[in-house]
């Protein structure tokens, strides 16, 4: 049993919180201390997003986030070497958030490697389709890494099928369509979307995008098995990021308190 298998396990039945963050922003030792206090504060997992250029499914908060990263120096390397840290000293699932042209330009077998070695127990790659992901998903399985795929509101029942099957890990449930961002009200779409899922795979159904508040939080805990919130975390980064490490360690831990207690 995998470490993401054995930490849905531990829930007995509650609902994950998976906050999202961006390695290296604003910058290595602050984003390494972030992630370590967000998971003391009690997530139960942690989304990673390794910093791209060109991150086509993030709204504006994530861009901007990745760019401060990346002008701070921040690569691929490193955020191996911030999994290995974080990895030294917690034993909570590491997610690995990235896009298939840094994997390729990598190496497949070379960034799967690197991930198992540092510790890290998924990998979510949302620009890769179905039909091209078998060849990274078993790549990904031979390291016993989970390959944790993306279905939307506009999958239909036999994409979402397909879907279910390629998993592993758990399955994420897009709330909504567009990119990543805040969003004032969860979709009415996802909960039929998560049983959708739910018929087709014992893997645990997770929802992510424009999930922002504890409210979000509750209101998706009655039907699913997991919340991810992502720009909420990241725009906290950047608001008191000017007021130093204090300040955007107590906002933070603040929120993911709120965001589990939210959670049933």
């Known amino acids: 049993m995998g470490r993401i298998e054995r930490a849905f396990a531990a829930l007995d039945g509650r609902t994950a919180l998976i906050p999202f963050v961006v390695a290296g922003d604003p910058n290595y030792e602050d984003s390494l201390s972030l992630v370590q206090e967000v998971l003391a504060a009690g997530a139960d997992m942690i989304e990673l997003g390794l910093p791209y250029s060109d991150p086509l499914a993030d709204g504006p908060v994530i861009q901007a986030a990745a760019l401060r990263s990346l002008q701070s120096g921040f690569q691929l390397p490193q955020s191996m070497r911030m999994i290995q840290t974080i990895r030294q000293r917690t034993e909570k699932p590491i997610i690995a958030f990235t896009y298939v042209n840094p994997v390729i330009q990598f190496g497949i ?51 979402v099928r397909a879907i279910c099957e390629a998993a592993s890990g758990f399955v994420y449930c897009v709330s909504s369509l567009g990119v990543t961002g805040e969003r004032s009200a969860v979709s009415n779409n996802v909960r039929s979307l998560v049983e959708t899922v739910k018929a087709h795979t014992d893997l645990p159904a ?35 990021q000017a007021q130093g490490l204090d300040a955007m360690v107590t906002e933070l831990n603040g929120f993911t308190t709120a965001l589990k207690a939210a959670c049933k």
């Open 109 to 159: 077998e070379a960034f799967m490697r690197e991930l198992a070695g540092a510790g890290g127990d998924g990998v979510i790659i949302p620009d890769v389709p179905l039909e091209e992901a078998p060849e990274i998903a078993d790549v990904a399985r031979r390291y016993d890494i989970a390959f944790i795929p993306l279905v939307a509101p506009t999958s239909g029942e036999a994409r």
């Open 206 to 240: 997770c929802v992510g995008f424009g999930v922002s508040q504890p409210l979000h939080a509750k209101e998706i805990s009655e039907y699913a098995d997991g919340v991810i919130v992502g720009s909420a975390y990241v725009r906290r980064i950047e608001e008191f």
